[in-house]
């Protein structure tokens, strides 16, 4: 059986050590971040804490858009989309 690799801060578990030690994988997931379920290797889920699902399933709104891009690490980017003519078809009436 695989223990977490806790001593590298890697928030892996395997399945069987995820289900026998439950409660340490919850603890984690409030006080140390996402915790991630594997199954043979591969990540399978990943288990949060509930104030990090509620932010989550937060709806979004246009203030938090607006929010997103205030704090952009590059604020003097141009993000229009560059304006393409449109072909027009001629049409008969």
């Known amino acids: ?5 806790s001593e590298a801060r890697d928030a892996r578990w395997g399945l ?12 984690r997931a409030k006080t140390e971040g996402p915790q991630t379920v594997t199954v043979q290797g591969r990540d399978e889920a990943v288990v949060i804490s509930a104030e990090e699902y509620g932010r989550l ?4 709104t246009g203030a938090d858009v607006w929010a997103a891009l205030q704090a952009s690490p590059w604020p003097d980017e141009d993000i229009e989309p560059p304006r ?3 072909p027009v078809r001629d049409v008969d009436l």
């Open 1 to 5: 059986m695989s223990k977490p690799m």
């Open 57 to 60: 399933k937060q709806p979004r």
């Open 84 to 86: 393409i003519p449109m």
């Open 16 to 27: 069987e050590v995820a289900k026998a030690q439950f409660g340490e994988v919850v603890r």
